[in-house]
Nanobody
């Protein structure tokens, strides 16, 4: 059983920061990657960042490299997404997702993830 619950969304001015949390009750026999995705109205679901639940390997979308950081606290079963230097185009509903991926190269494909949280909204104003 895998359960994901996001929190930490909200409204922030451009240039500001937010930290999203994903409380992940993860069965490591079922998943090996936890990722953050986002979807803005009228746009496709976009992979933002991913972390390997075992080794901690991370990958990022080019649009967020250098601004966002994904991390995990295994003791708290929580995956974080620290978002700095936020831009208006970062506004979206952010989802935490978990899946069993054959390799990290598959990470941006939302169809590879079997388990999803309910989403948390991020608004960025100028």
């Amino acid at each position: 059983q895998v359960q994901l619950v996001e929190s930490g969304g909200g409204s922030v001015q451009a240039g500001g920061s937010l930290r999203l949390s994903c409380a992940a009750a993860v069965d490591t026999n079922r998943v090996n990657y936890v990722g953050w995705f986002r979807q803005a109205p009228g746009k496709e679901c976009e992979g933002v960042a991913v972390i390997h639940t075992g080794g901690g390997t991370t990958s990022y979308a080019d649009s967020v490299k250098g601004r966002f950081t994904i991390s995990q606290d295994n003791a708290k079963n929580t995956v974080y997404l620290q978002m700095n230097s936020l831009k208006r185009e970062d506004a979206a509903t952010y989802y935490c997702a978990a899946g069993s991926l054959p390799s990290v190269g598959y990470w941006p494909d939302w169809k590879m993830y079997n388990y999803w949280g309910q989403g948390t909204h991020v608004t960025v104003s100028s």
